[in-house]
């Protein structure tokens, strides 16, 4: 996932800490965007989105201009982005009946 088109940069939060936003969809598994097993409403999929963001430090960015956005801080976006694929790597391969060890 490591696309500098994934993140989108925001200005500085008031501590001049780096701010990204990403789109709640890259935080949902091959399943639920595709409605697998449940038929999820584009609420409940922003919901677990954010949920899953929260593990890793995001939360909702309240913006109209980047509507359905999750908001990162970060100085290390490579390792935000790898942190984000690895946790949808893991719930692709559980949804497949997969675990990893």
């Not at 501590?15 to 969809?25: K, S």
């Not at 038929?39 to 989105?49: G, M, W």
């Not at 999750?70 to 949808?88: A, C, G, K, P």
Request: charged share 25%.
């Amino acid at each position: 996932m490591n696309d500098a088109n994934v993140l989108t940069r925001l200005n500085n939060d008031v501590n001049g800490n780096p701010r990204y936003a990403i789109h709640f969809l890259k935080l949902n598994t091959r399943a639920e965007k595709n409605r697998t097993f449940k038929n999820y409403s584009t609420t409940e999929l922003y919901d677990i989105a954010v949920k899953r963001a929260k593990q890793l430090g995001g939360k909702r960015y309240h913006n109209k201009q980047y509507g359905g956005g999750i908001v990162f801080q970060s100085y290390n976006t490579t390792q935000l982005l790898d942190h984000i694929e690895n946790l949808i790597l893991e719930l692709n391969l559980k949804d497949n009946g997969i675990t990893l060890v």
